[in-house]
DNA sequence: TTGTATGCGTTATCAC
DNA sequence: GTGATAACGCATACAA
């Protein structure tokens, strides 16, 4: 078992220098050397199953066709469809995907990212940004963050549309009769938690309901057990409520749990929404009335304005909002009058 | 915006050779460097925040601390847990983790393997292996299976008591009175769907049971259509069944879809088993009794079987098998007499 | 115990 | 259009 044949052992074979054998092998440059050689030295890479040695090249390049993807935790199901979508997009362009989880400690995406950065990746897609979180001095390497944003505009963004999505939300419920709605919001800090609660909000207002008439209560993360606390706390404090807007499905699943401790049935007393349409809401019993996000096309989308980052770096961050649908089933129906 | 500092700066800063510095800064070499000069190398480093370039590194040394770990489809709820618990594993050890997915294409396998190979990847970890493939002139790199295996022994394999399992299912199902017990088992070559059908014969004749009282269908994959097609066919052949042990939790759902449209309730009529205990499956209607995997520990034992194998690549292979839990819950219920 | 010298494989710069 | 050369940052064989 010998070693894997470099540049030279190419460059031998085709008789000439490793330097051209270089040049010939690289898109970028082919143009610089003859074309009869060039294919000389083409055949002679494929004859002897020639790779190019990474390492080395990231050595002397300073970068590498590797980006790292970091999530608080891939067993949360909204991030599956996400990472595999970013992976789709990178491997078309030939790029790899490190994968870290953080479970939302900064510390240790701090480490993952020091981690990363010292083997030359070449560019970041973070899903576990917070919304005073600032990229200002950090890092040089292009970045993009996905399913949540930063509240300032620097770092570009792949979400989806958070505001629309609750107005569908919250048109429906009225449409069905319902003028007493409560949110069962995620955390302020974060983007998605936050924008859901200002749009519901804004719905409840502008489709005419009092304030009082639309109360909110926060969960302490977008999780079954903060969902059902902040769910009992809310019906407390707000018995005559018909429906519930969850931040998100696992909070509507909450809501389920905790309703039915309180003896109330969904839809028959109180209607519930939820927010992602994760895989399996549509078998629950009731069936999840929700908003799709199309997760896929989020990690595809944050793939290709990466790619753009690493291609132009100093280009204006864009920030994309990819468009959501609302899914009507059977958690929903008609107020009680 | 300098450059990040090398050893060299290091070196400088604490006043010796960058010789000295790299001995005083690696683990393995420590001991033979003065403690006090050490110390002050370790201090110089931290206060530059110096990382090593793992190019550079990887250059020299022919290896890196990263490892693939190549899935069919991060999607499929069971891989996030396994994935996780291998990113786990890995990250304690230093190494981080390159994911990719090949919707279980050989060949998206093998471009996968190559683009990892040539980036210096230290080993591999697949959840994708069949049981017919062989790696034998294949990867020097060390290589771990994780969920399924091959046949042959060659290779270090984690994966569950399969076999275990499916004695539980059938003599829960036995000792429910049902005596005519189908299987819709998954394709044979997988190992998965391979060791679950040799243990429901097993078990069904060890348990008394004569083999046309205890069918099998074969689905053409894990996921719910070929399920549901092959439990259809399954009760065209056999309507007088009153349980089918599924090949894994998808199927087993398919199974609910499949017997409701033969206007057969569960468990009233056809009690119903699945295997894997997924996410959500506890929440279905009915809740599904079910096999339970440990997939994170399982994730995590093939990243210690790998970073063993890494640091002795020629001890024999071990074959890790780790048990598992029957999940009682509503879809099984008396045999109707 | 520390310093010196060299090379890992590639590409950028400079000659020709 | 091509060759020679140097340098990327690190680790190690060897010398001191």
Redesign the interface.
């Known amino acids: 078992?010998d070693r894997a044949p470099t540049i030279k052992d190419v460059a031998e074979r085709a008789g000439v220098h490793a330097a051209t054998a270089s040049r010939a092998l690289n898109p970028a440059t082919r143009g610089m050397v003859n074309v009869r050689t060039a294919n000389r030295v083409a055949e002679a890479a494929r004859a002897l199953g020639y790779?190019?040695?990474?390492?080395?090249r990231?050595?002397r390049t300073r970068t590498?066709s590797?980006a790292g993807i970091i999530v608080p935790?891939?067993?949360n199901?909204v991030?599956?469809?996400i990472?595999?979508g970013i992976?789709?997009g990178l491997?078309e362009a030939?790029y790899?995907?490190?994968?870290?989880?953080t479970d939302g400690d900064p510390e240790r995406e701090r480490e993952l990212l020091?981690?990363?950065?010292?083997?030359?990746t070449a560019g970041f897609i973070l899903a576990t940004s917070r919304r005073g979180d600032s990229f200002a001095g950090g890092p040089?390497v292009p970045t993009v963050l996905v399913n949540r944003r930063t509240d300032d505009g620097d770092t570009p963004s792949v979400t989806a549309d958070n505001a629309a999505g609750v107005h569908l939300l919250v048109r429906h419920l009225v449409d069905l009769g319902h003028t007493r709605i409560g949110h069962v919001a995620g955390p302020r800090d974060l983007s998605t938690g936050w924008e859901r609660y200002r749009a519901f909000l804004d719905a409840t207002t502008s489709l005419g309901l009092e304030p009082a008439a639309a109360p909110v209560e926060f969960a302490d993360a977008f999780t079954e057990p903060a969902g059902h606390a902040a769910t009992l706390r809310l019906f407390a404090e707000h018995p005559g409520l018909t429906a519930v807007l969850a931040g998100n499905d696992l909070i509507a699943?909450a809501c389920y749990s905790a309703l039915a401790e309180l003896g109330r049935s969904v839809p028959g007393d109180v209607s519930v929404t939820g927010f992602n349409d994760m895989?399996?809401v549509d078998?629950?019993?009731p069936a999840l009335t929700t908003v799709r996000l199309p997760h896929y096309e989020i990690g595809r989308e944050a793939a290709r304005l990466l790619l753009e980052r690493i291609a132009s770096p100093t280009a204006p961050a864009k920030r994309v909002v990819l468009p959501v649908e609302l899914v009507r089933r059977d958690s929903t129906g008609p107020a009680k009058v």
Chains 1, 2 share one sequence.
């Open positions: 078992m790779a190019p040695n990474s390492a080395a990231s050595l590498s590797v935790d891939l067993r199901p991030f599956p469809p990472v595999r992976e789709d491997r030939g790899l995907a490190l994968v870290g989880n020091t981690a990363m950065r010292g083997r030359q040089a699943l895989p399996f078998r629950q019993r």
